[in-house]
């Protein structure tokens, strides 16, 4: 296809979205816009201490696996005896991969307001629930969960910084030149990529397709000034790929 995409995922997680986009004859440029590390860990051992007084763990990225249940074996042991619910089939596999089983995912749609449905259909009502994320996240999920009459708590075991500024000299003119379709997949991956960037490649890629992974992300891209933003079918690499060829085949450009 000739075509070359911007890849904004973090570095150890850009690998499989950019092979997949040069086996589809693409091209990949690789921009981490966000930096993920984990917490201290005395900090993820008070909270380790405290997983078995709660009904569920809710997991709500792949991340938040990595940086729990998959450095801990202890909490594994642990966890094998509460109810576990994962935000989508992404964040289950990595559950799965480490020996415990999973209770809930969504049957359709991969974020909060999916999770929240199958959520509620578990009689929440009294039970306590713990919720494993990133520092920072969303507070939308668990303000519905504690409508709902459940008790919740975090468990923060990572924190997503913006990479150095520096990457504004070093990329900024290919971006503004060779990039062709942009992709982002947090909200946060893109403010910080328009602060990473001056305003002459700020206007350059509000003019080109980007694809992003929910609708709650193409709003606010919309509202930031981007002018064509096509939302893909699911989070999964593979769909990303599905809509950088539609995308280029001129068959969707949002």
Partial sequence: MNVCVLVTRPKNQAEVLCRLLEQAGCLSMRLPVIEIEALQQSKNTFFLDKVAGYDWLVFVSVNAVKFSLAVWPQAQQIVCKQNIAAVGLATAQAIEAVGVD???????????EALLVALSEQQVSGQ?????RGQ???EWLADRLRFLGAEVDYWEVYRRIKPPISHQVMIGLEIGSKVDIVTITSTEALDNLLAMVDDDINRVLKLKPLIVISERIRKKALGLG?????VTQTPAPKDIVVAVKSISNGEDCG
């Fill in 226 to 230: 981007f002018k064509h933003v096509v």
């Fill in 102 to 112: 999973v209770d809930v995912i969504p049957e359709s749609g991969f974020n909060s």
């Fill in 128 to 132: 306590k629930i713990l919720i494993v």
């Fill in 136 to 138: 920072g996240g969303r």
